[in-house]
Nanobody, 123 residues
Framework: QLQLVESGGGLVQPGESLRLSCAASGSTLDGYAFGWFRQAPGKEREGVSTIGESGVNPMYADSVKGRFTISRDKAKNTVYLQMNNLKAEESAVYYC????????????????WGRGTQVTVSS
């Protein structure tokens, strides 16, 4: 059974950066696509970025294009989300999720989820 644990969240000021990690256990990354999602209080969970099993052509929400980068490290069995130039409105709990093979920006398509890590962007 694939298990996911996120880390790397915290409190940062607007314009600063964070790198989130999603450590997988119970399986290697092979055969899985991954997504990063976020949910702010009172709002629906939204897709931030997704990467397929091949790692080619990841997708990003329009709001984060050019600032966020998703990557996967087979040797470390970990997926990352590098977030630069963070904005206050991006404060949320960030979740890592996994599904077989094909990337997707819809949270409904993911059966495996971590518990999330809090990101707070505030001056």
């Amino acid at each position: 059974q694939l298990q996911l644990v996120e880390s790397g969240g915290g409190l940062v000021q607007p314009g600063e950066s964070l790198r989130l990690s999603c450590a997988a256990s119970g399986s290697t990354l092979d055969g899985y696509a991954f997504g990063w999602f976020r949910q702010a209080p009172g709002k629906e969970r939204e897709g931030v970025s997704t990467i397929g099993e091949s790692g080619v052509n990841p997708m990003y929400a329009d709001s984060v294009k050019g600032r966020f980068t998703i990557s996967r490290d087979k040797a470390k069995n970990t997926v990352y989300l590098q977030m630069n130039n963070l904005k206050a409105e991006e404060s949320a709990v960030y979740y890592c999720a996994a599904r077989r093979w094909i990337r997707s920006m819809s949270p409904d398509n993911y059966p495996y989820w971590g518990r999330g890590t809090q990101v707070t962007v505030s001056s």
